[in-house]
């Protein structure tokens, strides 16, 4: 490992020494993700970000036919607007039907549900049912037209904001597609809502890891953050902080 030293003024303007790196030996794997030469039967890559929550979007077509697909590359990437956001390499029927309608439904994939997320993945044709071929009830959302999964215990109505399209080598790389909606309606299962909070380790989220693995999260910790006992006041005193 190269010893790596920086230089410069910190947040409040004082001049720091580049800091000191130790220089050791490390048995540990190294590749590049160019020539991805890492020597195992599977690719690490997924294994390391892990877990990742599922998102379990739901949809409907143009021509009224639902259809539910869990994705692996989903998050909520902002909280005012609400925004979350999935990935997913080569087009598909979901990417498909939000782009037509403009609208899309996160179902929240427990462990409890497994079988019928896993089946929702399978390859099928776009004139096919996955809320039937899953074993699932679809549901009427309150503000948009795609249904919802009936048994997962929290909902996110979305509204379609953009698609876009990461970049890829063509004709090495798979193309991805990053689709990103606004939330307008939450609807959570008030048997998880405890003392004011939401209970999300008994909700038991399903998660995915690498390879053919699903995650489960078995408990929490709860930590302050540094702005919360004080170390962060002029940013709590942003006008653009909501209270």
Not at 106 to 133: G, P, Q, R
């Amino acid at each position: 490992m190269k010893n790596v030293s920086r230089s410069g003024r910190g947040f409040a303007g004082t001049l720091h020494r580049p800091p000191r790196y130790e220089t050791y030996e490390t048995i540990s794997m190294y590749y590049e993700m160019a020539a991805n030469d890492h020597g195992l039967p599977h690719d690490p890559l997924k294994a390391l970000v892990a877990p990742r929550p599922i998102g379990w979007i739901s949809s409907i077509s143009a021509d009224g036919i639902p259809n539910l697909a869990p994705y692996s590359f989903f998050n909520l990437l902002a909280t005012s607007p609400a925004i979350v956001g999935f990935s997913s390499g080569m087009r598909k029927d979901s990417q498909n039907n939000i782009e037509e309608t403009g609208e899309f439904v996160y179902n929240f994939a427990s462990v409890d549900l497994i079988d019928a997320v896993n089946i929702s993945s399978s390859h099928v044709a776009s004139t096919v049912n996955e809320f039937e071929l899953a074993g699932v009830t679809a549901v009427a959302s309150t503000c948009i037209k795609a249904p919802r999964v009936a048994e997962a215990h929290a909902h996110l109505e979305c509204e379609y904001l953009q698609t876009v399209e990461l970049p890829h080598v063509s004709g090495k790389e798979i193309p991805w597609s990053l689709i990103l909606g606004r939330v307008v309606a939450v609807h959570i299962d008030d048997a998880f809502i405890k003392d004011g909070l939401v209970d999300t380790v008994g909700m038991q989220p399903l998660t995915r890891m690498g390879y053919m693995d699903y995650g489960v999260l078995s408990h929490k910790i709860t930590k302050e953050r540094p702005e919360e006992i004080g170390n962060m006041e002029t940013i709590k005193a942003s006008p653009h902080i909501a209270k």
